[in-house]
């Protein structure tokens, strides 16, 4: 009973982590030793973020989400670094409303999966000489959206 209404009946849905882990992980710094040379400036770090996301075979209230996070810091024509990691989750969920199942997936998935995923970045940073990087939160709301929006943008031109 909701509001005091027998009719309108509140339902709990679950939500749970299964499992985390690297699926794919590389580090290169192609100018080390030079690379390594005391610097007066940072240089940025370029970030490309992507979400995927899928259900999985023969279970069918588990979804596999994957963070493809690709970086590289560089300053005028020397590349002090790039990465590729690919870090992934599996989460099980339970009487989700349909409606709000995709936004679940691909927006609290990788806002509960990037904090991990970028201390497994800035440790390989730090092994590989540098030091460590500030990569900021990522707002997955944002790059939701933005991503609906380039779907609809593609329909529309198909």
Partial sequence: MANGNPSQEVRLFQFNVLTQ?????????????RSLEPQTERPQIK???NVAAGGIQGQENDYEVMLN???????????FFRFALVYGGVFRMLDVPKENLHPLIMIEC????FPFAREIISSCVRG???????????DFVALYQRNLQMQAASTRQA
């Fill in 21 to 33: 882990y690297i699926k794919d992980l590389s580090f290169e710094s192609p100018n080390a030793p």
């Fill in 47 to 49: 970030l490309q973020i």
């Fill in 69 to 79: 996070i690709q970086g590289r810091a560089e300053k005028a024509d020397l590349l």
């Fill in 110 to 113: 990788p806002r509960i999966l």
């Fill in 128 to 138: 590989g000489g540098f030091p460590q990087p500030a990569l900021d939160p990522v």
